[in-house]
């Protein structure tokens, strides 16, 4: 475990890295964050588990709200939520839980390929399971009649909220959130920082997660349902997506050097494994890659059928 030291970083990285000095100059050297939870030998696994208040508040609020809104509905006599929904949106939360708050959390400034798993699992594993749980159409179904028409004037009955929503909820929208992002936060300054700062670093995690939702939100059962992609327009954010995260995996598996010094650091204080940081790196970048064009077959096998049997019923959106 390194010590995060400004000065073991400083040290190590710029021989290491092997950069030209514009981009060496250009890049601080954030120390990594502690992570006191790390087991050592003979310690319990338990320990890579931390459960900070926040989050767990925030994932137990959101348990609580959909569990009292499911029996609402019921009481109600609405139109059914079958069991599986409920079952996806409770495994969306773990599945949060597992990111945030276990091993992947735990060995995040370790090991590069542990944190892109992370955010794998919030985006291409939590996100569409917790939209599969509609949890939107869930509470309208569960609202008295009165005062769902109250929430509905105070949201939506804007013309400003209806036009954002628009905006923001547009394929093209969608796509660009998700690339930006995603390439935003693997530029070394900005991926330092997040893993130095624990704000930034939760920052980061937001800014991957949102537009996640927003994507399987508008696939899969937008509300309202003009705002549902058609099939060409989510084949085309499908294959942007998969386009934005193919050539931030070949950067990280053609770069000759290290691209984080984090890691590095990482490495001259002993790693908890064998594999040296480019290696690391690598094959971080072969499991994004293989990831993504799993990410986009899934897509187009599910996209392509209801485009060929059943187009009017899909309502599009940029396509």
């Known amino acids: 475990m390194h010590d995060g030291s400004p000065a073991a970083v400083e040290a190590i990285a710029p021989s290491a890295l092997d950069l030209p000095p514009p981009l060496i100059d250009d890049l601080p050297m954030w120390p990594a964050r502690p992570l006191p939870h790390v087991p050592v030998p003979g310690e319990s696994a338990a320990a890579l588990w931390r459960f900070e208040p926040g989050l767990m508040l925030v994932l137990a609020a959101a348990a609580l709200a959909y569990a009292v809104a499911l029996a609402a509905a019921r009481r109600r006599g609405r139109p059914s939520h079958g069991p599986w929904r409920a079952v996806a949106f409770f495994g969306g939360l773990a599945a949060v839980t597992t990111a ?147 050539l931030v995996a070949a950067a990280l598996l053609f770069s000759p050097r290290v691209l984080y010094p984090t890691y590095l650091a990482a490495e001259a204080a002993g790693r908890p494994w064998g594999l040296d940081p480019l290696a690391d790196q690598r094959l971080g970048g072969v499991v994004m890659w293989l990831t993504g064009a799993l990410f986009f077959g899934t897509m187009f096998r599910a996209i392509w059928p209801s485009r060929r049997t059943v187009p009017a019923l899909v309502v599009g959106t940029g396509g």
């Open 100 to 246: 945030l708050a276990g091993p992947l959390d735990a060995y995040n400034d370790e090991s590069f390929l542990v944190h892109m798993l992370q955010h794998l699992v919030l985006m291409q594993l939590a996100a569409p399971l917790l939209v599969l749980g509609r949890p939107v159409h869930l509470i309208v179904q569960a609202l008295p009649p009165r005062r769902l028409v109250g929430v509905l004037r105070a949201t939506v009955g804007h013309r400003w909220l209806r036009r954002t929503l628009d905006v923001v909820c547009h394929p093209v929208t969608v796509a660009v959130l998700w690339n930006v992002s995603l390439g935003l936060w693997h530029v070394p300054r900005f991926y330092e920082a997040a893993l130095a700062d624990p704000l930034i670093h939760d920052l980061e995690h937001a800014l991957f997660f949102a537009p996640s939702l927003l994507f399987w939100w508008i696939v899969i059962d937008p509300l309202p349902a003009h705002h549902r992609a058609s099939p060409h327009a989510a084949f085309g954010m499908a294959f942007a997506n998969c386009m934005g995260g193919g």
